[in-house]
C-alpha cells in the first residue's frame, strides 16, 4: 500500500505551550482517523521543543520531523544540531533547503547536498525542499531551477535499501500568499520532477524509495484537489498546520 505523507512544517510560529498543545491535538486528531496505514503524518517543529514533543508523538503513530540539520557530526558549530542528535530525539525526518533558508540564510545547493548525506548516514529521512522564485517563472526558467536545484541538491547520492528522500516542490512565490498553484499544474511538475531523478538514478530507486510532495498555500479546501493526483505523494503544510481546526481537514482528507 503506498503512502501519503502530511508533513507539518511550523517554523518559528508557536510558543513552547502552544507547540505542546498543537502536538497533543494533532496526535488526538490522528488517533481518531479510520484507515490510517496509508497516512504518514509528520509534526517539523523548533529545535526547542523537539524533546518535549518527542515524548507526546512516540506512542502515537505520528512522526517527528526537524526544520534543519547540520552537516557534521560534533565539533565547534555554535548553534547547529548533528543528524546523530536529532535521531536520538527520535525525529525520523528532516527538512533540508527550504527556500526561506536559502534566501535568508543564504544556503546553498552545496551546502544542501551534505546535509542530505548527513541525514541519511544518521538513518533519518531527507525533505528536500525546491522552489522558482516569481522572477524565475516569469523568465520561462522554472525547469532548469527546479533541476537545477534536485540535480547539485542529490550530487554523488546514492539510496541504500530501506533509504527513503521525499522531494517538495514549493514555488517560492505563493509561499505564504494563500494562493496555491492549480493542482493541474503541480501535477506536471510532480512528474517532471520524477523524470529529471531518472537522469541519474535507477528507475527503480525513483519508483520504490523516492516521494515528491507539494508545497505553498495548502488548506483543508484545496488538499484534496493536490493529493488526488497521481503524481503527488504528499504535502508540505506550513501556516494551516499551526491551527489544529485549520490542520483538521487537512488530516482528514478524504
Known sequence: ?????IIANWKMNLMPKEAILQAKNIAKEYKSLKGKKDLELVICPSFTEIAAIAKILQP??????SQDV?????????SSISANTLKEYGCKYVIIG???????????????????KAALKAGLIPILCIGETFTERQAGQKESVLF???????????????D?????????????SGQAVDPDE????????????LEFMPAGVVADNI??????????????????KPSIDGVLVGGASIDIEKFKPIINYK
Do not use: C
Open 164 to 176: 527513503s528522500l521525499l522531494i517538495a516542490y514549493e514555488p517560492v512565490w505563493v509561499i505564504g
Open 70 to 78: 547540520f552537516w557534521e557530526e560534533k565539533g565547534s558549530y555554535t
Open 98 to 116: 527550504h527556500s526561506e533558508r536559502r534566501k535568508l540564510l543564504n544556503e546553498s545547493n552545496e551546502s544542501i547536498n551534505l546535509k542530505i
Open 186 to 197: 503541480a501535477e506536471i511538475t510532480q512528474a517532471a520532477i520524477k523524470r529529471s531523478l
Open 60 to 65: 502515537t503513530g505520528v512522526f517527528l520531523g
Open 211 to 228: 516521494f515528491v510532495l507539494y508545497g505553498g498555500s495548502v488548506n483543508g479546501m484545496n488538499v484534496k484537489s493536490f493529493l488526488s
Open 1 to 5: 500500500m503506498s503512502k501519503t505523507y
Open 148 to 162: 537545477d536545484q534536485v540535480l547539485n541538491g542529490l550530487k554523488d547520492i546514492w539510496l541504500k535499501k530501506g
